[in-house]
């Protein structure tokens, strides 16, 4: 399971003094993107070779707050749903004590130049675990 660690800043919480809901999205996709490097796929570079990894659906549960400068970790799993796509399944724990604070299911495809859905052999090698 890849982890990858990360801090609150103070500008990602409300005026509640808790992180903001929508900022989750961004810890998850930067985990996301990182997780994605770990395999040695990189984003940036299949989006210049015209094949766009896009987000389909996104399911988030929340069950605890993340306050200023509290450290967390964001862990990233993945799984094949059909031949097109694919399931990034993350969680984020509270540092301190693992404690789970936000739960999420992306559910993704790679698209061709002409935005269509398609088998790609870069996200299959996500589901290869390294020896």
Not at 2 to 24: A, G, L, T
Not at 56 to 63: G, I, N, S, Y
Not at 89 to 100: C, F, P, T, V
Request: hydrophobic share 40%; charged share 25%.
């Amino acid at each position: 399971m890849f982890k990858y660690p990360m801090r609150v800043r103070d500008y990602e919480c409300d005026v509640q003094r808790v992180v903001n809901n929508s900022v989750y999205q961004n810890y998850f996709e930067h985990a996301r993107h990182e997780f994605l490097l770990s395999k040695g796929v990189d984003f940036s570079a299949l989006a210049e070779l015209e094949v766009n990894l896009m987000v389909t659906r996104v399911e988030l549960d929340f069950k605890r707050p993340l306050r200023p400068k509290d450290d967390f970790y964001v862990t990233v799993e993945v799984e094949k749903i059909s031949r097109i796509q694919y399931a990034f399944i993350q969680h984020i724990h509270h540092h301190e004590n693992d404690q789970l604070m936000v739960s999420a299911r992306t559910l993704g495809v790679a698209v061709n130049v002409k935005g269509r859905p398609m088998a790609s052999p870069h996200l299959d090698q996500l589901l290869v675990e390294p020896d």
